[in-house]
């Protein structure tokens, strides 16, 4: 078993360029969790990004975001 100092030091995100960190080491996650949802978050971000790009978000109505 991981200790917390370690898992810490895992899971601390650090955004020097915004000033910012944050903490997800005590949040309750198996340590293959991150791995499973990898392949979800990049459909994710590739369907974010159609919609930035003006890909149509309501096909019934044939609109836009925004």
Known sequence: M??????????????EELGIEIDISRVSFSESYLNEMEPKMQRIYTEIKALEDGAIANPDEQRMVG
């Open 2 to 15: 991981i200790s917390n100092w370690e898992r810490f030091r895992q899971y601390l995100f650090s955004a």
